[in-house]
């Protein structure tokens, strides 16, 4: 089935606007996505108190899965030393808090601090603006949280990867359903709907959830996965039967339709040049074109793609594509610190003066109404059969 804009998708939910381009490979399911579901308006991130589980050591996801044996003691809490079981207690639990809670600050950023390195980008308050800034963008270009033809009313457990603060939002959305919003930051607003568990764990090691999920939710994760095919497999063994997985995620190298983004335009050396020192770690910063592969050969059935352009600025007529490209281009102009500096300065050796030069000429020509700068969001869902 074709990627090209312009080719339609037959059967498929009722199509949005002229500019999103949709491609189906097997015929789609006979309900239409979140019917009439507006986007949801995200409420300003708070910091606060997390509620979320303990990270877990490998050596200690094996210990916890229940092989029949009673746990044994540690020697320090199996005798009459009250004092000192009160110490390693405290000495225990505040290194482990301090594992996932004390986040390390860089450049005036702050990052996250469970598996300290493993993600590029910030988890401070800016960061987590931006995002919200995204999820506004995304839900406004596809007209709600999800296409998936999934019934709330039915789903039991969900299970969101890298939720940042999404869970909060798929809580509310779906108050039937047990929600665990997955992260490697335990960064999270102190008011979460009651049905929303966290997980602080790294969702490319072994997953020891100990049922399987009505639907698994993975939003803009570009640039963050090593493995997208075991990911993807991963999540299709962990779906019930009839379960459905929606990703949401681009292409995060940007292009213009006209010529007016030349290959030595700074925005597009900026992120070209961002986007290959992710590479180079081994996260492809372009997820959204192969998500539906990746989908097929994990043995999903009934898989749907939709393409949408989303615009960096004003500059387009559409009233609805001028919209998004407001989101964008805010979005991005607020994120550019965040978004370069663990990049350029641990993988390509800049320093900060260097980096500030170039987001300053970044900045001018995100501002330039000649430049017409665009990249594109995919959505996949699909069925396990
Ligand atoms: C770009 S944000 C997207 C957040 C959210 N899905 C959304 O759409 O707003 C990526 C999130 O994934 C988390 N993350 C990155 N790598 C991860 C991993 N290996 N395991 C779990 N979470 C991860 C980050 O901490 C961050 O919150």
Known sequence: MSNEPGSAETGSPPAPPAQEVSVSRTPSPNKPGPAGSSPPKPSPPKSGSARSSPPRSESGRAAAIDSGANIEVDDAFDDDRDSAIGDAQTTYTSSLASSVLDYPVEY?????????????????????????????IITLAIGGLYLAPIEAEKMTRILDIGTGTGAMTIGDEFPNAEVIGNDLSANLPTFVPGNVKFEVDDVESEWLHDSKFSWIFCRYMAASIFDWPKLVK??????ETGGWCEFQDFDLLYYSEDGSLAPDNPLLSWITTLTNAAQ????????????????????????????????????????????????????????????????????LGWNEEEIYALLAQVRRELNNPRIHAL????????QKL
């Not at 991963?234 to 779906?239: K, Y």
């Not at 770690?281 to 050969?297: A, C, I, T, Y």
């Not at 990249?375 to 699909?382: C, K, P, S, T």
């Open 280 to 347: 180079s770690l081994g996260r492809d910063p372009n997820p959204g074109s192969k998500l539906e592969g990746w989908v097929q050969d994990a043995g999903f059935g009934n898989i749907v793609h939709r393409r949408y352009k989303i615009p960096f600025g004003v500059w387009p007529k559409d009233p609805h594509l001028k919209e998004l490209g407001a989101y964008n281009y805010r979005q991005l102009s607020e994120g550019l610190e965040g978004l370069t500096l663990r990049l350029y300065t641990s993988v």
């Open 234 to 239: 991963n999540i299709h063994e962990n779906l």
């Open 375 to 382: 990249f594109d969001l995919h959505v996949v869902y699909a």
């Open 108 to 136: 005036g950023r702050r990052y996250h601090a469970y598996r300290s390195g493993r993600y590029s980008r910030p988890n401070d308050e800016q960061e987590m603006d931006r995002l919200l800034l995204i999820h506004e």
